[in-house]
């Protein structure tokens, strides 16, 4: 099992700033995959960005170079710096995590709400 605890969402208006933290707990050596998906009301979960356990980040094309995503695999934590907010960015995000065996974990999702 695979708990995964989100924070850092929250207000702030276009172009600000936040960063979302996730650490994950529970009964496992290392994850294969950490990441984080949005979801705006209305409509599907989409992927935000996500590292792979020894390759590089891949992002969304909306939020490529706004957004970066880093991982420490001491601490099993997976952090998503967001520059540049757009109100198209308000969401629910949610971390997520992939076991090697290939079983997915979701976290409870943190709230982003940005104003125009």
């Known amino acids: 099992q695979v708990q995964l605890v989100e924070s850092g969402g929250g207000l702030v208006q276009a172009g600000g700033s936040l960063r979302l933290s996730c650490v994950a707990s529970g009964s496992f050596s290392t994850l294969n995959l950490m990441g984080w998906y949005r979801q705006a009301p209305g409509k599907q979960r989409e992927l935000v960005a996500g590292?792979?356990?020894?390759?590089?980040?891949n992002y969304a094309s909306s939020v490529k170079g706004r957004f970066t995503i880093s991982r420490d695999y001491a601490k099993n934590t997976v952090l998503l710096q967001m520059n540049s907010l757009k109100p198209e960015d308000t969401a629910v995000y949610y971390c997520k995590a992939l076991t090697w065996a290939g079983r997915e974990y979701w976290g409870q999702g943190t709230q982003v709400t940005v104003s125009s």
């Open positions: 590292i792979i356990s020894g390759s590089s980040a």
